[in-house]
Each structure stands twice: as C-alpha cells, then as structure tokens.
C-alpha cells in the first residue's frame, strides 16, 4: 500500500487500523513476519466499508482467526489482515425454542462451546481443544473423531466482493474434507448452528471426554498449528511421516512431534523457513518411500 491508501483506510478504519503488526503474536506456531496492517473489524458497516475500498484498490486481504492453521512466512504478509472483535466475535442470537444459535465469526470455538455446555446444547462437543474460531473452523470445515463442524451449520452470512452481505443456507453450503466451497475474498461474519437438546451435564461429560482423548494424542505442550497435511484416502499422514522415519527429525527450533508425527512443533526459536523445510522432506520422503503425494491442510501464507 502506498501513503495515500493507507491513508484512506485510517480515514475509514480509525483507530481499529495499524501498520506493522508481529504476526507470530497472531499464530499458534509463534511464527511469522509482520503484516503490512492489521484491522480489527468491530462492526459490520465499516467493515463492509473497508472490503469494498480494499477491493476496489486491489489491496490484498485475509481474515486471520486465531491463527491456528496457519503458516505465516518470515518476511510477513502484504496488505491488511482483518481480526474479528467485540459484536463479530460475540454470540449473537439464541432462539432456544428452534435449538439454534446464531455466533459471529470470530467466536473462540471454547466460546461456544462453554454456552453449549451451560444450555445443554448436544452436537459440537467433538470440537473441544480446536484452538480456532467460529469463522476458521466453518472454512477449515473442522473435524475430530469422525465429526465436522459443517453438518451443524444451518446457514453461513458472509461478505462477498466487492462488499455486499449474503446469507448462504443449508441448501447452498458445500462443505468437503477440511473445506467449504466460497468465493474468493468472501468474508464469513457469523454462522447459525443447530443443535440436539441433551442435559447439561451430558454435554459437559463430552466435552471432558474429548479433551482427555486429544491431550493422549497431541503434543500439546509445545505451539503447533495442528495436523499439517491432510489425511490422504483410507490411511493416515502421520502414520505415513513416521514410517518415513522422520519421527523427532528437526530443522532448526522445528521438531516433527514423536508423539504424533503429523504435527511439526516450534521447540523454541522456530522460524516459517524451519517449518516449510520439515514439510518439503516430509512430502518428499512420503512421496519416494509410499508414493503418496501429501497435500498440506495447514495454510501457509506470505513472502
Ligand atoms: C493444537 C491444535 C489442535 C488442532 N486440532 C484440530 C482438529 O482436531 N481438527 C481440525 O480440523 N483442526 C485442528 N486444528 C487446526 C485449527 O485449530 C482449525 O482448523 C481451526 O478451526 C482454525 O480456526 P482459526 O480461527 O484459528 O483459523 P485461522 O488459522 O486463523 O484461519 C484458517 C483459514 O481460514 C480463513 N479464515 C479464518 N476466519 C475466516 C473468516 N471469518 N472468513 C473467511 N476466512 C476465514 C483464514 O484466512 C485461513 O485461510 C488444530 C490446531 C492446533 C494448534
């Protein structure tokens, strides 16, 4: 962005807007470079607002949740990033009756399921310990122990260039392994789900029992961003990454985690470059030893 764009953009954004903003605070690998500005979106119209002028002038943008699939390059990110807060990031409409709720699309998926829990509301609790948001998890369709968020999403709001709001409903909403189908540029700003009605006390037993299931299964002591390649058809990437023998391999402060070799985990000091070389040689060493081409499921993004 030039002066004058920046410009522009303050004019709109005010004070929600910032230049130079440390991605790695942004991330759960703790790394990353800086992103040209960062926008903290409040309220729909201005964000509608600052959509429509970044698209007009061509300036690119992304919507970062909680940065927990995702791999920031060291040398940042051009453009702006848009972060999610007060009413966007908040639960917007409960309609207890019809078992819905209607959540903004920066949510901590911890968030939502604390309400779930308090109103014995059944069907998300295989999503305890997904450290992402409402409006990352609906894009990443995220899943766990045989789930996926999508099968619970009754309609999806969302801006699409250059800036108009659309509702998708159920009818509409094509979700895939670890996918939803979106136009490019489109901005998810809040989510309605439907849920089962159980009792509190069900939900709440769930949710523990998840949470016991992943603490045995991920290296959750270290800053990660999740399984980083896809599972690929009828097997599974970590499996294929450990009879590689690339269980412990490290690049620098990255580690392919010997808990769970589809994770890479930041040991300390880790940089993008670090991260970036342990995939090449674990998509390169699948692909020589099992002949199967790992597709990444993290997203990797910048210079
Ligand atoms: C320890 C750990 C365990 C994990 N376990 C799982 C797991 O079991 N299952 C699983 O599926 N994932 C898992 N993940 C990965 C990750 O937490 C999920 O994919 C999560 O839902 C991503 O949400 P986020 O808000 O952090 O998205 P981000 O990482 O911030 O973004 C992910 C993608 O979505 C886009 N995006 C985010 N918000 C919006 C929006 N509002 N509108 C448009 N685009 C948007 C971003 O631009 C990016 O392309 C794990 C990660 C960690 C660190």
């Excluded at 992402?132 to 899943?143: D, H, L, Q, R, Y």
């Amino acid at each position: 962005m030039d002066q004058s764009q920046k410009n522009k953009l303050l004019k709109i954004a005010g004070e929600d807007l910032c230049f130079d903003y440390p991605m790695a605070k942004h991330t759960t690998f703790r790394v990353g470079g800086q992103a040209e500005a960062v926008y903290k979106a409040n309220d729909l119209d201005t964000l509608k607002r600052v959509i429509a002028y970044l698209v007009a002038g061509h300036i690119p943008y992304v919507v970062v949740g909680k940065g927990s699939n995702l791999l920031v390059k060291d040398a940042g990110l051009k453009g702006v990033v848009i972060l999610f807060r007060g009413a966007l990031a908040a639960l917007e409409e409960k309609r207890t009756e019809e078992l819905t709720v209607l959540a903004g699309a920066g949510l901590g998926l911890d968030g939502l399921l604390n309400y779930c829990r308090n109103s014995g509301l059944g069907g998300l609790e295989f999503l305890a310990g997904i450290p992402g948001t409402v409006g990352g998890a609906i894009v990443m369709n995220s899943g766990a122990f045989g789930s996926e968020i999508g099968t619970r999403a009754r309609d999806v709001h969302l801006i699409v260039p250059p800036g108009e709001l659309v509702v998708m409903d159920r009818s509409q909403l094509e979700f895939s392994y670890r996918a939803l189908c979106i136009e490019p540029g489109s901005v998810i700003v809040r989510v309605r789900f439907k849920f089962d009605r159980e009792t509190e006390e069900i939900v709440a037993k769930r949710i523990a029992d998840f949470l016991v299931r992943r603490k045995k299964r991920q290296p959750l002591e270290y800053p990660s961003a999740g399984s980083v390649f896809k599972n690929p058809p009828g097997d599974y990437a970590g499996r294929l990454i450990e009879n590689a023998g690339l269980k412990g391999k490290r690049v620098g402060g990255a580690m392919i985690s010997d808990k769970h070799c589809n994770f890479i985990v930041n040991t300390g000091g880790a940089t993008a470059k670090d991260i970036l070389e342990l995939m090449r040689l674990a998509r390169e060493t699948v692909k020589r030893q099992a002949g199967i081409e790992l597709e990444p499921e993290i997203r990797v993004m910048g210079k």
